[in-house]
């Protein structure tokens, strides 16, 4: 055992979380062998970039191994979380920076893989922050489609919009609500919803030593009402035929197997689903159906093992993963099950009428009759209300970056305006949504959501013109070249390469076309060994990079140029 692991094997002896584990059945020794190894550093390839591939190369440079998973492109590095040595710190830390990858743990890549979802989809994830999961969520649904990730946390949501900015995805819409409190989505519902719960996480000693000091067992019993009313909440806003994918990084039955019982007595048109064991990782366990009761008669009835024969096959279908089962090294403690919505409720279009028994989907289509009022928009505006395309800005923004005008939608607040995906339009702005009272909120507003961001924040204007594009969209946005007042141009790799050698370079030295070009934020497209490389400039007098820092030792790497000096930063 290395020297810095020996405190925490000593605390994980005498701690609390390790008596529980073997009272819920596990072998202590194994379990601490396991448990207290730290987890290696493992990451996704964003797979919307052009670049992925390229990227990957340079992973397998560094050492990295990809991790054999359907539908995911997960590597693993041969080297401790947060410990990339020095030679490859730099470009691993701008691949990550720059939106091509995303350091995450293995075990969490798991639960959106289950949603089972594809492009178009309309998806939820209920406790969204810091954003590993929602991101996930909006690669597999290839860019299209919605996620609406929500975070109730305000210090947790600026997180979580980092995030959303960082990878530069046009299908996230970032909200605020309690999960118990989300607005009912407009009929039928959510095609998924992900509740990755608040936690004890009991599961995580491999990344959070500390846990082994912390954890109590009245942690778990805290926070099970809490978990319970957010999976119910989740329950009631699934379409039929949809599923919720509950997760933790808890290891507490409580938490776990108990929530999912609680929320199936509760909805019996729900069923906990066999999962796919070519989605999972090799060695791992079923769902507990009995565990002690450690908390000295404290516990509700809801945290008790279950005496039903239904339920406790229910149980059995939940998946748990424990450290000292999985021989690959790469995996904490995890919990997930997945709840399938079986009723094939359908509702009469001229009597309103639905079949029983009646669930929570039902009774929403009984409240609001096919033709009840409809509330329209109430004047105020919250973040990105004003869409582009209907303050006549549109046209002339998109014609100025060859992006098709029905590709997208941009939305304009202040000097900035934001790029999404047609279907944040088609599916969140323009939809009735549910209100109180049997009223529907007309299409054409965010409201009821509570919108923190929408999309990716794409170009800053200044009037009707666009002043530059901004970072996060530099790989989003979908440019052309050609046309009047176009401010994209295509050049030669040599030019590419020679603005990206330099600082800044004289406007005679670039191109003899760039003096055709309006002046400011421009757009250079280069395709170099196949790829094709963005480069974003400021014309004036000279050509000036106007990228970042970690974009800068991305595109070096791959022109194969030294690495930036100190004197040449300076």
């Known amino acids: 055992m290395s020297a810095d692991l020996v405190p925490w094997q000593e605390q994980a002896e005498t701690s609390e979380l390790i008596d529980a584990i073997e ?7 194994e379990f601490l062998d396991a448990a207290v190894a730290r987890l290696p550093e493992t990451l996704r390839i964003n797979p919307l970039r052009c670049d992925a591939a390229w990227t990957a190369e340079r992973l397998v440079e560094m050492g990295g191994v990809q991790i054999d998973w359907p539908n995911i492109d997960a590597w693993r590095m041969p080297w401790q979380r947060g410990r990339a040595p020095p030679e490859f710190d730099e470009l691993y830390q701008a691949l990550h920076e720059t939106g091509r990858t995303t350091r995450q743990e293995a075990a969490s890549m798991i639960p959106p893989l289950l949603l089972g979802v594809d492009a178009g989809d309309m998806v939820l994830d209920m406790c969204a922050a810091p954003g590993s999961k929602a991101t996930q969520i909006a690669e597999i649904l290839g860019g299209l489609g919605v996620i609406i990730a929500n975070e109730k946390s ?4 600026n997180t979580l919009v980092t995030n959303s900015h960082r990878l530069a995805l046009p299908n996230i819409v970032v909200t605020r609500h309690d999960g118990r409190n989300i607005p009912r989505p407009p009929l039928p519902g959510f095609d998924a919803v992900l509740v990755d719960a608040p936690c004890s996480g009991s599961g995580t000693t491999r990344k959070n030593p500390e846990v082994w000091g912390k954890w109590k067992e009245v942690n778990g019993r805290n926070l099970h009402k809490l978990q319970v009313e957010l999976v119910l909440k989740a329950a009631g806003m699934v379409r039929p035929g949809g599923c919720v994918v509950y997760s933790t990084c808890s290891l507490d039955p409580v938490e776990n197997e108990a929530v999912v019982l609680e929320v199936l007595r509760q ?21 507990l159906s009995h565990w002690p009761d450690l908390s000295g008669g404290e516990a509700r009835v809801s945290m008790l093992p ?27 403690g995890f919990f997930f099950a997945v709840l399938r919505q079986t009723d094939s409720t359908e509702i009469d279009s001229t009597e309103n009428k639905t079949t029983s028994p009646e669930n929570e989907w039902a009774r929403c289509l009984r409240r609001h009759s096919l033709d009840g009022e409809v509330v329209p928009p109430s004047g105020r505006l919250g973040p990105h209300d004003i869409r582009a395309a209907e303050a006549d800005m549109s046209v002339g923004l998109l ?32 939809a009735k949504w549910p209100g109180k009272k049997g009223r529907w909120h007309a299409g054409g507003q965010w409201r009821p959501l509570s919108v923190t961001l929408a999309g990716v924040p794409a170009v800053r204007v200044r009037g009707e013109r666009i002043e530059r594009i901004t970072s996060q969209a530099l790989h989003t946005l979908p440019l052309a070249t050609g046309g009047e007042g176009r401010r994209v141009l295509e050049v030669c790799a040599d030019v590419a390469k020679r603005i ?28 170099i060994d196949g790829i094709e490389r963005r480069i974003p400039i400021w014309k004036g007098e000279w050509v000036t990079p106007m990228w970042r820092a970690e974009e800068e030792v991305v595109l070096r790497v791959a022109l194969g140029l030294p690495p930036k000096s100190d004197f040449e930063e300076e």
């Open 267 to 287: 909805n019996p048109w729900l069923k906990v689903e066999s999962i796919n064991v070519n989605l999972l990782p090799k060695n791992t366990s079923p769902g």
């Open 306 to 332: 279950p005496a039903e024969p239904e339920l406790v096959k229910a149980a059995e279908r939940c998946v748990r993963i424990w450290p000292d089962d999985d021989d690959s090294g790469l995996l904490g």
């Open 154 to 157: 305000p210090q947790r949501s």
């Open 23 to 29: 009272a819920w059945g596990h072998d202590r020794s």
């Open 500 to 527: 990206i050698a330099s600082n800044r370079l004289p406007l005679d030295e670039v191109d003899e076309r760039l003096h055709e070009m309006p002046g400011g934020g421009l757009m250079l497209l280069a395709e």
């Open 399 to 430: 014609d100025m970056l060859g992006v098709p005008t029905d590709s997208g939608d941009l939305w304009r607040r202040g000097r900035r305006a934001s790029w999404s995906s047609v279907d944040v339009s088609r599916l969140v702005f323009d």
